[in-house]
């Protein structure tokens, strides 16, 4: 059974920097693409970021290229999203999401296995 658990939500202000965490389980790290999803009130599910299984190709919606960094570590099985010179715009419920079909999870944003999500707000 895959599960994701996500951690490293909280409140910060403009600028400042948060690092995510996702802990997946019931898959082999190897197998399964590992993306970040976000939404913010009021608006649609956005994917932001994604890893591919297979040579930990990175995949990054245009909006935080150049702010956000995503790493994978295969021996744990966890997923990180660097993210740094945070706007408010960047606020939002930041979703961990798997597939073993990671083409449709990194090119077409799609999954269908979600964790139950972590509040990041930046507000001064």
């Known amino acids: 059974q895959v599960q994701l658990v996500e951690s490293g939500g909280g409140l910060v202000l403009p600028g400042d920097s948060l690092r995510l965490s996702c802990a997946a389980s019931g898959f082999t790290s190897t197998h399964y693409g590992i993306a970040w999803f976000r939404q913010a009130p009021g608006k649609e599910r956005e994917g932001v970021s994604c890893?591919?299984?297979?040579?930990?190709?990175?995949f990054y919606a245009d909006s935080v290229k150049g702010r956000f960094t995503m790493s994978r570590d295969v021996a744990t099985n966890t997923a990180y999203l660097q993210m740094n010179s945070l706007k408010p715009e960047d606020t939002a419920v930041y979703y961990c999401?798997?597939?073993?079909?990671?083409?449709?999870?990194?090119?077409?944003?799609?999954?269908?296995?979600w964790g139950q999500g972590t509040q990041v707000t930046v507000s001064s």
């Open positions: 999401a798997a597939d073993s079909r990671w083409a449709l999870l990194c090119l077409l944003w799609r999954s269908d296995y």
């Open positions: 890893i591919s299984p297979e040579d930990g190709r990175t």
